[in-house]
């Protein structure tokens, strides 16, 4: 998953297919394997709110559940805001996140939005389903990126053509992850890929199994 140069990513698979486990072992590896200078997280976290274990990690900077709403709104508006000034700030780069880190010689952190559990965000969020939605059409060339995962493609028109013309629409890899199962000890992290200057971050955990 080369997340900088194909974008976001929507990953669908029924109830413990393993989604929250993949976004576990995904935002754990990029976060020891680079500097929150390199990388920030917003996570918007509507499943079991697993992903709390990641809340004092540097590199986090929003940690949002369902019973959020406020915290949610200022969250998409900052994201918004950073876009608008990402925009001006790539201007003289061809408005590209990617030439901006090659060209200019600066450091500035890909922002990693991940949603989970789309379909209970759409359902308590309705209004500010279509704010992601622009979000995440314009997201990935000012260097924000969505992670979505979903429990069933109902929630993004019931049918796989459904899924092809959500990804499609919002510029996600089609087809990135299904999950029917993904208990079989698959290692994610020789798949995801962020540039780095080796700026690694050992997290305070008492111990992984």
Request: hydrophobic share 35%; net charge negative; charged share 15%.
């Amino acid at each position: 998953m080369d997340l900088t140069n194909k974008g976001h990513l929507l990953v669908y698979g029924m109830a413990g297919s393993g989604k929250e486990n993949l976004l576990t072992t995904l935002i754990y590896n990029l976060c020891t394997t680079h500097s929150p200078d390199e990388v920030n997280f917003y996570i918007l976290d509507f499943g079991a709110e697993t992903l709390q274990i990641f809340s004092k990690y540097p590199h986090i900077g929003a940690m949002i559940t369902a019973s959020d709403e406020q915290a949610l709104m200022d969250t998409l508006v900052l994201i918004d805001e950073e876009a608008n000034r990402r925009k001006g700030l790539f201007t003289e780069y061809g408005g590209s996140y990617r030439n901006y880190i090659k060209e200019s010689g600066k450091k500035l952190p890909l922002m990693i939005v991940v949603l989970n559990y789309y379909e209970v965000f759409s359902e308590t969020n309705s209004r500010l389903a279509q704010a992601i939605t622009s979000l995440i059409r314009d997201g990935m060339k000012y260097g924000i990126i969505f992670i979505v995962t979903t429990a069933t493609n109902n929630s993004l028109g019931g049918s796989a053509s459904a899924v092809n013309k959500w990804t499609k629409i919002n510029g996600v890899e089609p087809g990135a992850l299904s999950l029917p199962d993904l208990n079989n000890g698959i290692d994610i992290s020789s798949y995801i890929t962020v540039p780095n200057t080796h700026n690694t971050y050992t997290p305070p955990v008492n111990g992984w199994i």
